[in-house]
């Protein structure tokens, strides 16, 4: 893996990725270095990509054209996938995605926990551990299905991190709730960081300002990437005041000039 531009080995580098759905080109060539330890933001509106290149990163979707590395290794190659994916914790788009509905939030914990292998006094450890944080050690015996949706998203996560991931990966999970609960998570986000300083984020979002917060931006469109940088250098780049100005000066020109009408 090459280094990165912010002297940072890449922990995702895509080479010449295409993905298609039938006749939909979600991915039209991609070549892209993720640098590790750091929030890396993908952004850009629904419909871009991003939620098909975060899939694959996680291996959760086989790769139809080029090539996908992951913490060093080519993620068509199971041996490597079964190697790696133990290591990702993945939250896809859509409220209580990987949760089952029926289970109570202790049910959903335990299950996960189990299935990285966690006997029963580090199972309890971590649960705790990870509800307490999060608000939710008042509700483990309440279903999954009839949490909050802040609660849902935090439950999620919770499952994610069950087995210390070194790459967390989050499909726009803040989509659906509320602004204090979209507060909370990312406060939670970066207590989390604190604690697993070499852990790398990769948040795929449509809100501009939490992308603000991340360390480093990849601006998508149509399948293709736009720019990359840090939240200054693609303002600095642009001459723009504002990311959600950034972007639409990064798209091409008669789109851009649809957008700034």
Not at 84 to 104: D, E, F, H
Not at 185 to 198: D, K, N, T, V, Y
Request: proline share 5%; charged share 25%; glycine share 12%.
């Amino acid at each position: 893996m090459k280094e990165q531009t912010t002297g940072r080995q890449a922990v995702v580098r895509l080479e010449k990725v295409c993905q298609h759905y039938g006749k939909v080109q979600a991915l039209a060539g991609i070549d892209l270095d993720i640098p590790e330890g750091l929030m890396v933001g993908l952004i850009g509106p629904d419909g871009v990509g991003k939620s098909s290149l975060l899939s694959l990163v996680a291996g959760a979707r086989a790769v139809q054209e080029g090539k996908v590395w992951v913490r060093g290794g080519d993620m068509s190659g199971k041996r490597h996938r079964d190697a790696v994916c133990p290591r990702i914790a993945y939250m896809p788009q859509g409220l209580g995605k990987n949760l089952y509905p029926t289970l109570s939030v202790e049910e959903n914990l335990q299950f996960f926990a189990r299935l990285f292998g966690h006997d029963a006094a580090e199972r309890r450890r971590r649960i705790d551990d990870l509800t307490r944080a999060t608000g939710l050690y008042g509700f483990l015996h309440r279903p999954a299905g009839k949490l909050s949706g802040g609660m849902k998203q935090k439950l999620g996560l919770c499952c994610a991190l069950i087995h210390d991931p070194d790459l967390l990966i989050l499909d726009e999970p803040t989509t659906g709730v509320d602004p204090l609960a979209r507060a909370q998570f990312w406060e939670l986000i970066a207590r989390i960081r604190s604690g697993q300083p070499g852990m790398s984020v990769i948040v795929a979002t449509a809100y501009m300002d939490e992308a603000q917060r991340f360390d480093w931006l990849v601006a998508m469109d149509e399948g293709r990437v736009l720019a990359t940088g840090t939240p200054r250098e693609l303002l600095s780049s642009t001459g723009t005041d504002s990311l959600e100005a950034a972007f639409i000066a990064l798209l091409p020109e008669e789109k851009g000039a649809i957008m700034r009408r």
